[in-house]
T-cell receptor, first 115, second 115 residues
Framework: DSGVTQTPKHLITATGQRVTLRCSPR?????VYWYQQSLDQGLQFLIQ???????AKGNILERFSAQQFPDLHSELNLSSLELGDSALYFC??????????????FGPGTRLTVL | AQKVTQAQTEISVVEKEDVTLDCVYE???????LFWYKQPPSGELVFLIR??????QNEISGRYSWNFQKSTSSFNFTITASQVVDSAVYFC????????????FGGGTRLMVKP
């Protein structure tokens, strides 16, 4: 158990809909990262927040957005969903935001299926 | 730009055999970190090891060992006396200063250990 929690575990929805994925980092960790794992793209970094502020952005679509709240939990919002958005979405946390050497601990993931 | 290549998409061995998973990376930075993660059938990503670019000493942890060679930009992972519980997808990842905190993952190697 990494200490990172994600809800829900599974999500099934229809094209055009909007969903919110939630992540709680390990106790004391200030950084939260979101990754997408799909069959065709592999594991890709989406976005990072550190202590409530956006720190880095990867291959995140404009239809996707995220935020980190004062209690450090984070939400990833996916809108106008398409079939290709079906994937496993991971949240990870680490202690620091600036250092690129710290290990990231991953949550169990949310499996999103868009029908 | 950084890149991680895991040329072996799938490996199948019989229990008790030794197996090596290859990882080749590309980065322009002289300071970087390499990681290995395990993804068992249950889907979570489990952190295994972190290695910095200045430390080329091989590391051993139980049946696991890692061979880091800067000259060939490789960070290979060996499992000695494999067990059925080692069956999983293994990911090599890289983070460097240019990329900030994001992890760049290889495509993963699916290891199947048969009894």
């Amino acid at each position: 158990d990494s200490g990172v929690t994600q809800t829900p575990k599974h999500l099934i929805t229809a094209t055009g809909q909007r969903v919110t994925l939630r992540c709680s980092p390990r106790s004391g960790d200030l950084s939260v990262y979101w990754y997408q794992q799909s069959l065709d793209q592999g594991l890709q970094f989406l976005i990072q927040y550190y202590n409530g502020e956006e720190r880095a952005k990867g291959n995140i679509l404009e239809r996707f957005s995220a935020q980190q709240f004062p209690d450090l939990h984070s939400e990833l919002n996916l809108s106008s969903l398409e079939l290709g958005d079906s994937a496993l979405y991971f949240c990870a946390s680490s202690a620091w935001g600036r250092s690129f050497n710290n290990e990231q601990f991953f949550g169990p993931g949310t499996r999103l299926t868009v029908l | 730009a950084q890149k991680v290549t895991q040329a072996q998409t799938e490996i199948s061995v019989v229990e008790k055999e030794d197996v090596t998973l290859d990882c080749v990376y590309e980065t322009r930075d002289t300071t970087y970190y390499l990681f290995w993660y395990k993804q068992p059938p249950s889907g979570e990503l489990v952190f295994l090891i972190r290695r910095n670019s200045f430390d080329e000493q091989n590391e051993i942890s139980g049946r696991y060992s890692w061979n880091f060679q800067k000259s060939t930009s490789s960070f290979n992972f060996t499992i000695t006396a494999s067990q059925v519980v080692d069956s999983a997808v293994y990911f090599c990842a890289l983070s460097d200063k240019n990329a900030g905190n994001m992890l760049t993952f290889g495509g993963g190697t699916r290891l199947m250990v048969k009894p």
